[in-house]
């Protein structure tokens, strides 16, 4: 490592730590119904979507009536994108002629779109046309993250409300979120990676002849428009098949540094809007430094496995799968980056990465997509682990645990652990069946544990809701595509729902005011509680598969092994 | 019921304003601001588009400088990268024949050092650039195709240094040479380029 890569890697962790107030009390002023600078711009459009859909904002509703309102709009979505990928080639803004998509790959990319996953069995620039682009996928990367905000929110009211049913109003939330906090950061970020060399137009491709005198078709469309939600949105879903890998979808260092601070950027933010909310910014710092120290421990691990040697390659630098003007500290910083937030966009192949870089990527999946985490998804998340946390200290002082002033009982740590489990069974359960199975074998593009590993990888990002992948395993059969579809359904609902009944039931609850007997959860002491339960739920439910794949051929790539 | 009314029109709504009218608005600006980036940064030459400056090409004549290996042959449809990981045996083989093929091809000599993005495939598979050492390593070979003499080998060795991008505002991705521009400007220094042909 250069001295200039320190230099990159602090400055990218400068400007997130400075951003995360200033965005925070923003997003803060948004949902608390004060004030904003964007109120004049966007106000109107608020109040027009309210009188065109019929939505009272006025209205507030239990957990049941606002879950069933988030299941619903996702219905829809699902359904929607589903059917205009069946019936692409009788539809419009599809110049190439492309063949309508199978149905359970139109399946699998449906339902990942809907639960803000993103994963890609398909390879863009040769199997969706701009119209579905567009109009399908780009919609649901915006009102996938501002799901996951307004169940964020709903938490959090749950959270600071005493003696109420009520948890506030969906269709506001995904409005305010959508028009206020999505909506103008990616018109912004667009527009700056337009000027970077990003393509913005209605063409399919351009045609050119190369200097050797060979034809190359240049695929176009609108890809800055939707590179700046899918990063900001923890999306992920790349435009190209490289995905921002691609020179056209991240074409300099800068858009390379603005593409992955967006990925952290509202996720970060949120852990300052968060202590706002409950009336205590101790609570957010808390729970940000804890994020924060996860993150910069997976950092160095990956960037000390990238850049040991091996006897396989020698002291090469390890270039498969990366880009020269990229080089190798940006791809680790992006890898961490994305893996932590459930991005899954990628700027580098980590099929080709070291095995141990691979498997900090993996763990940070693993680990429930808390280091920040999805948009929203991250902090609801990462309560459910505060709550345990709490639950287990309390156990051991021997006193009623207690958050917020909340007592924790049996219904929300029944619930949280629900949470924790379902993205874990989804895990374990596909990728032993994939291990076992033809179906499953097939697709792998590596022999040895390194197959395993692309595997393993697959039902992670499904069910963190990651989306991106160890790419060289083929995903677009019918057993992948129908397996992950569901592992992303099960990752995606199986937290919503246990967060949304714990929202309602903590709604209900008094408030006890702070004493000396009360445990803090603010402080050093539990960020290293909360860090040492993270990592213990993660290790133990993964170690015993992560030891079949990314150790073992770490293990071999030192005795220089191939296969 | 009601909710299924209002869930359709939100998301019909969200569908007009997310789907249509965001990315036109981004659209029209960036046509407007920045057209020539928003279509992909293509280079003209003789009166036609031979590229964009961001989409690598094959170089395979001893004329040009090649460019990185690529999983795909930059053909872009679709993009990728090998996606092998580093205990496949056939990463390991091509990397000895990528280097022995450099090396044969360039006329080095055996014990060259040659940069790694010359031996592993990039993550697009369209990777425009390579190192400056690279570029450097192929100065010999390329002037050699052109029948250039020393003082214009000295003037190729001056336009690779002076087409090398540093790191973005000095601190920002690697150092870099875009192989199509270098190639482009050996059309400038060799009149009759395309004898060579």
Redesign the interface.
Known sequence: MKI?DI??IV?FLCILIAMTPVLGSYMYKVFNGNRHFMLPVFGW?EKL?YK????NPEEETNWK?YT??LL??NL??FV?VFLIQLFQAQLPLNPVNLPNVSWHSAFNTSVSFMTNTNWQGY????TLSCFVQ???L??Q???SAATGIAVLLALIRGLSRKTTEKLGNF?TD??RS?LYIL?PL??LF??IL??????????SS?T???????K?????G?A???I??KQLGTNGGGY???NS????EN????S??LEMLAILLIPAALTFTYGKMVGSNRQGRTIFLAMLLLFITGLSVSLFAEYST?P??GN????????????IT??ILWSVSTSSASNGS????H??L??IAGMIAMINIMLGEIIFGGVGAGLYGMVIFIIITVFIAGLMVGRTPEYLGKKIEAFEVQMAIIAVLAPNVVIQIFSALASISNAGLSSL??????GF?EILYAYSSAAGNNGSA???LNANTLFYNLTLGFGMLIGRFGVIIPVLAIAGNMAKKKITPLSAGTFRTDNWLFIGLLIAVILIIGGLTHFPALALGPVI?HL??NRG??? | MKTIIISLKVFLFFTILTGIIYPLFVTGVAQVVFPAKANGSLIEFDDRSIGSKFIGQQFDSTIFFTSRPSAISYNPLPSGGSNYGLTNAKLKNLVTERKIRFIAFNRLDSLTDVPSEMLFASASGLDPHISQKSALLQVDRVAKAHKFNTIQKQELIQSVKKLTEPPQFSFLGEERVNVLIMNLELYKMDQNFTNHK
Request: aromatic share 8%; hydrophobic share 45%; proline share 7%.
């Open positions: 200039q230099v990159q400055m459009l979507t065109s859909t019929g939505v009536s069933f309102s619903t709009f829809i979505g929607f390879a863009g620039e040769t567009m109009i399908g780009t919609v990367n915006f009102v269709w995904l409005t959508t909506l990616s018109i667009a527009i337009v000027s970077q060399g990003v393509v913005q137009n209605f063409k351009e050119v002849q190369t200097l050797q005198g060979a190359q078709v240049i695929p176009m609108p800055a428009s939707q700046a939600i190209f098949n490289a890998a691609h020179p056209l074409p300099t260092p800068l390379n540094l091996n396989i390659f090469l630098p390890l270039m498969e799968g990366k880009e020269t003007r990229l080089g940006n791809s990628v700027n580098a192949m099929d080709s070291s095995p593009n590596n022999a040895g544990p390194h590993s160890f790419a060289g051929d071999l790539i092994i191939t296969f």
